[in-house]
């Protein structure tokens, strides 16, 4: 089987602290990950891409290091609008392999107080 | 927000009883996907679509079976709903050759 795994926290952090939080993964073979965001009792919304070279978009940045197998995300100067579930998602896709190859992570949760 | 839609949003059923769930997009997009979200677990994929009447099997199919006879929409039905499906159901929507999935709302289903 192949596991995602993420630290479910909370993660308490003040408002505008810096936050970072890892997502593991077990198949080498993984060919693309991503973060998605969610919101109580709303659906997961894509919050970027995990490029090889790591990218950034504002406040956020997302890193991969393959050697090791784990991908972060870290937020700077956190938001109270931040505060949300985040998912580690990755693609194990094999070679001719099928649509169904995305493996969610559970979830870290993230609260931001004032 | 990509123009996806679930319905119901709510449902409650009792135990033994069809369910039919519907998720309509307006993307045009060529795969779509039905998933179930549970405490303590991801989001695990029941079944996928990747065109008209091309369906397939995902991580948790048993008990569930779908059908696409059009693009836009996607349905999932509960054959004879049991307690263990009692869930919240997201479909979701990709454009072919990408693997960005974006979803819908979610339907909370209670199966008493």
């Known amino acids: 089987r192949k596991e995602v795994e993420q630290d479910p926290g909370p993660f308490n952090v003040p408002e505008g602290a810096t936050v970072a939080f890892n997502c593991t993964y077990s198949?080498?073979?993984?060919?693309?990950f991503f973060w998605y965001r969610q919101d109580c009792r709303k659906e997961p919304k894509l919050l970027m891409s995990?490029?090889?070279s790591g990218n950034e978009d504002g406040r956020f940045t997302a890193q991969l290091n393959r050697a090791s197998q784990y991908i972060s995300l870290l937020i700077r100067d956190s938001k109270l609008s931040d505060s949300a579930t985040y998912l580690c998602v990755v693609n194990n896709r094999t070679v001719g392999g099928g649509a169904d190859g995305l493996t969610f992570g559970k979830g870290t949760h993230l609260i931001i107080q004032p | 927000d990509a123009g996806i839609t679930q319905s119901p949003r709510h449902k409650v059923t009792e135990t033994g009883t069809p369910v039919t769930l519907r998720c309509h997009q307006t993307e045009n997009h060529r795969y779509m996907y039905w998933y179930r979200q549970d405490p303590g677990h991801g989001l695990r994929l029941i079944h996928y679509?990747?065109?008209?009447?091309?369906?397939d099997k995902g991580e948790v199919s048993d008990g569930y079976s779908v059908s696409r006879s059009k693009t836009e929409d996607f349905l999932l039905t509960l054959e004879s709903a049991t307690s263990s499906q009692t869930s919240v159901y997201f479909c979701?929507?990709?454009?072919?050759?990408?693997?960005?999935?974006?979803f819908g709302p979610g339907t909370r289903l209670l199966v008493l």
């Open positions: 679509s990747y065109g008209v009447k091309d369906t």
């Open positions: 198949n080498s073979a993984s060919q693309s």
């Open positions: 979701a929507i990709s454009q072919q050759g990408t693997e960005t999935q974006y």
């Open positions: 995990v490029y090889s």
